[in-house]
């Protein structure tokens, strides 16, 4: 099991940025796939973003060109840059490993506590 970690979450304008980051345990460079779901209440956690261990990178159609994400392996550590905001990104932002690809095979992936963004004016 990957202990995760995020942070970054917090009250920004339309049209700002913020930048969470998941501190995980282990080695992230061998992590197979790192993603970054959200959720709102009364809806299923949907995928934002998503980083394989060999640099794909791939996005939901409602962040294309505004988020980012990126790992720093020296620092085991995920991040997501967000830009340009917009009050329907309000939601918890988790931070979801799947260790390695038997893990994928099964679905067994490891979840942090997630964080809260919101986006008001």
């Known amino acids: 099991q990957v202990q995760l970690v995020e942070s970054g979450g917090g009250l920004v304008h339309p049209g700002g940025s913020l930048r969470l980051s998941c501190a995980a345990s282990?080695?992230?460079?061998?992590?197979?796939?790192m993603d970054w779901y959200r959720q709102t209440p009364g809806n299923q956690r949907e995928l934002v973003a998503e980083?394989?261990?060999?640099?794909?990178?791939t996005y939901a159609d409602f962040v294309k060109v505004r988020f980012t994400i990126s790992r720093d392996n020296a620092k085991n550590t995920l991040y997501l840059q967000m830009n340009n905001l917009k009050p329907e990104d309000t939601a918890v932002y988790y931070c979801?490993?799947?260790?390695?690809?038997?893990?994928?095979?099964?679905?067994?992936?490891?979840w942090g506590q997630g964080t809260q963004v919101t986006v008001s004016s």
């Open positions: 979801h490993v799947f260790r390695e690809y038997s893990d994928y095979l099964r679905g067994l992936g490891s």
């Open positions: 282990g080695n992230i460079f061998m992590f197979y796939v």
């Open positions: 980083h394989s261990s060999g640099g794909r990178t």
